[in-house]
């Protein structure tokens, strides 16, 4: 497209630039506005979707959304709690014989049913689920009255050059650089302008500023062409009435899954959600995919509702990969959500790691902004997230492989015919040894999906190994490598542990008395003195004391048994509730100990060390999953 030259008479001029207006560029809004920052966004398209994409929340997002004033809305659209915590597997919604409609198992998921008290001891936040399309237009309107006049839709950044000579593709951060100049065009005037930013925030998808910058990807790419189906339909007489998702397996998915169901609401759930979303998997390259005729039709097929009145909403098409962007941070500009790391949804952790990036960053920006930290600080940006999105994306590529043993269960394979494959579902659902031994077999299947839909220690439970934290030396807690099993920890690194504590009759979390700005140093009440006049020394950077037994009480005694310190110790906490140092005994000078340990944190006087570990496990479970798809897609219809 031909672009008018800039009018050097509209420029701007922001601490920070916003590039991308999906729920991490308008949560980095909020996270910036909440702490006295003012920017710019830009979005090229509207401030809103039109497909449901993203839908689940996990207790670290619901945490933030807490802190940005939007929580409780998302909480309001969400479903109720006992229409939508389970995940299910069925042979089809309906159809003319006892095995259609059959249902063959599920798992409880997203912090529901079994799982509720370990979610509740995580946080104090719960799970939440809301489609994009619905989440979207809440963060906008919140972000427009954060920045008036700064949130603006049908703006496209087109180039994006630095101020410095030798601070661009090749340099990596580090060094002071006062900033970069992006060209934006207006695409509704069809005029252009030049904004100048300290920073730049690019949560565009990948889409510009990544090319713009020259920063790849590694990891498997175009494995799938992904086709979903948005429709409204009345299906309360078939769906199941507590499963927000439910897998198809029948002789339609040749051995694989047919096609899974995602309830979308709104105001109704379970079987009365009044939309869905359907979704199916196709080769790259078939053009099977782009007959929206074609596509309906077999959406009702494998619903076994061949006569189904759907009004289809939309049918969109994305590829299944799992990518990790080679660099985080070019500069004076940082990559976020899938501008650096992008998921297969299985495990819905596309959206949350992104929110979990805006998190980590915003602080440290802000901090740099408001001179309570060096620039080298946002060097730990890269450093600690890109290890977290690499182990997400691995674990998602993981995640898609595990249903496939279900089918396999139920005696279903390639090259099976309609009839042969009934017949081996009758045999599964028979009340024979064989017939029992194959509902053994489906069972241990779905229930090794808690892998992906009971992952809280892969939600709640990572921590920051190398940044803005200052080991202790201790091990991490006990099944740190699981993906379901959580231990709460004080250990630096890892958030800190939510406790209830009592504050004159009133319930209040250990998590949510963080101050979003400076530090924050939990003490003991009987020894705080020491530590409050180490505090008030400090000069250059806010400091909050929280006096834990005093006014603040802890009744069951867990915070004490948690902490990982003695009664004089205490625990430096970032404002993303990441510990950042702990010390278990008083030091011999409190005030000179904490003073060395802020300068070592806010103003290090080199970069952390960057991500140093390669990602095989990301292209291993990739080439898995390229060779099964090229067996059959369907194993990887999936919609979370």
């Not at 915590?85 to 063959?104: D, F, N, V």
Request: charge should be negative; include cysteine; hydrophobic fraction near 40%.
């Amino acid at each position: 497209m031909n672009r008018p030259a800039a009018q050097d008479s509209a420029d701007l001029d922001v601490p920070v630039l916003i590039v991308g207006g999906g729920p991490a560029g308008l949560t980095a809004v909020l996270e910036l506005a909440r702490r006295g920052i003012e920017g710019l966004q830009v979005e090229r398209r509207a401030f809103t979707a039109h497909f449901p994409r993203a839908h689940l929340l996990n207790v670290r997002t619901m945490e933030t959304f807490h802190d940005v004033g939007v929580a409780e809305q998302v909480y309001r659209e969400s479903p109720p709690e006992d229409r939508w915590h389970k995940c299910a597997w069925y042979t089809s919604l309906a159809g003319p014989t006892p095995l259609h409609g059959r249902k063959i198992g599920e798992v409880d998921a997203w912090g529901g049913g079994a799982d509720a008290a370990r979610y509740a001891a995580a946080s104090p936040r719960r799970f939440a689920n809301l489609p994009q399309l619905r989440l979207d237009t809440i963060l906008a309107e919140h972000a427009a009255r954060a920045w008036p006049g700064r949130v603006r839709a049908r703006h496209e950044l087109v180039d994006l050059e630095f101020d410095e000579p030798g601070a661009g593709p090749e340099g990596q951060g580090g060094g002071k650089n006062t900033g970069a100049t992006a060209t934006i065009f207006d695409r509704e005037s069809g005029r252009s302008y030049r904004v100048h930013a300290r920073f730049v925030i690019a949560a565009d998808g990948g889409r510009t500023c990544a090319g713009l910058l020259g920063v790849g990807v590694s990891g498997p790419r175009a494995l799938l062409d992904i086709v979903s189906v948005y429709f409204a339909a009345d299906l309360s007489e078939h769906a199941d009435p507590e499963a927000l998702l439910t897998y198809f397996v029948s002789p339609a998915g040749q051995g694989t899954f047919a096609g899974a169901l995602l309830a979308l609401g709104p105001g109704q759930w379970g079987a009365r959600s009044p939309e869905w979303s359907l979704g199916l998997a196709y080769r790259i390259g078939d053009p099977a995919a782009d007959d929206s005729d074609a596509v309906v039709r077999q959406a009702r097929e494998i619903l076994g509702l061949p006569d189904l009145d759907m009004d289809v909403r939309a049918i969109s098409h994305w590829q299944f990969e799992g990518v990790v962007a080679d660099r985080f941070r070019v500069g004076p500009v940082f990559f976020v959500g899938d501008a650096a790391h992008r998921h297969p949804p299985t495990g819905g952790l596309g959206l949350n790691t992104a929110i979990g990036d805006v998190t980590n960053l915003a602080w440290k920006i802000a901090a740099v902004l408001d001179g309570e930290a060096a620039e080298t600080l946002l060097d730990s940006y890269e450093s600690e997230r890109m290890p977290i999105a690499a182990r997400n994306v691995e674990h998602s590529l993981r995640n898609a492989g595990r249903h496939a043993p279900v089918a396999t269960a139920l005696g279903l394979a390639k090259g099976q015919s309609e009839e042969d494959g009934w017949a081996q579902i009758a045999v599964w659902a028979g009340d024979t040894p064989e017939g029992a031994r194959r509902q053994a077999a489906s069972a241990v299947a779905v229930a090794h999906n808690a892998e992906d839909y009971s992952q809280l220690n892969i939600e709640a439970g990572f921590a920051y190994e190398a940044g803005a934290v200052i080991p202790d030396g201790t091990p991490p807690p006990p099944g740190h490598d699981s993906a379901i099993e959580f231990h709460p920890t004080a250990r630096p690194g890892h958030h800190v542990p939510h406790v209830w504590l009592d504050r004159a009759g009133e319930r209040v979390s250990t998590s949510d008395l963080v101050a979003p700005v400076g530090m924050t140093l939990f003490v003991d009440a009987a020894h705080s003195a020491v530590w409050r006049r180490a505090a008030e020394a400090v000069t250059g950077v806010r400091l909050t004391v929280v006096e834990v037994g005093d006014t603040l009480v802890d009744p069951s005694g867990e915070w004490t048994s948690v902490r990982g310190t003695g009664p004089d110790g205490a625990l430096l906490v970032r404002p993303d509730r990441h510990v950042a140092w702990r010390v278990a005994t008083a030091p011999a000078d409190p005030s000179a100990e904490l003073a060395a340990v802020l300068r070592r944190l806010l103003h290090p006087v080199q970069a952390p060390p960057g991500f140093r570990g390669d990602l095989t496990g990301i292209t291993d479970a990739g080439e898995a999953l390229r060779v099964t798809a090229a067996r059959d897609p369907r194993l990887f219809t999936v919609v979370e």
